[in-house]
């Protein structure tokens, strides 16, 4: 199996990537029986998409309301120049800031995008004032989501 592009992934192993998408809890015997295979064929597949990347890792979603931090900030973020070093200084701090959900270099009007998550906007005071002060940031435009229509987590495997 290949992890340059689709080439080796066939349909039992789409099936297999779109079950565990839906619950990664799945015990092989489960998986097994959802896609067909024997259990030792199904776990020789898993271990393959493993080994290839294409599995990345396996995680637990935890609810953002249940937590006290129900809000979602999407923050551009300029820096002052865009020199490799202060990329690397900026990303570097950035990942240390536990209410970054989501960091992307971008192209554009702005460096980078942000999803940050907060409690209230009291909060978001809290976090404006960290942001503002990590290395090279020359400007922080903020956008506060009123409501989330989609968030998905499953990436679509069908047309691969």
Do not use: W
Request: proline residues 2%.
């Amino acid at each position: 199996m290949q992890n340059s592009g689709v080439a080796g992934i066939d349909r039992i192993d789409r099936t297999i990537l779109t079950e565990l998408q839906k619950d990664g809890r799945l015990s092989n015997v489960q998986l097994a029986e959802l896609v067909g295979l024997s259990e030792s064929a199904c776990l020789r597949r898993v271990r393959m998409l493993e080994q290839s990347g294409i599995i990345d890792r396996y995680v637990m979603l935890v609810d953002q309301s249940a937590i006290g931090k129900s809000g979602n900030v999407f923050v551009r973020v300029t820096l002052d120049g865009q020199q490799r070093e202060k990329l690397f200084s900026f990303e570097e701090a950035i990942c240390t800031v536990p209410e970054v959900m989501e960091c992307y270099l971008m192209s554009g009007d702005f460096d980078y995008l942000l999803r940050v998550i907060i409690r209230d906007t009291n909060d978001y005071v809290r976090l404006h004032n960290i942001l503002t002060g990590l290395p090279g940031v020359l400007r922080v435009q903020s956008s506060f989501a009123l409501r989330t229509v989609l968030s998905k987590t499953e990436l679509p495997l069908e047309t691969i």
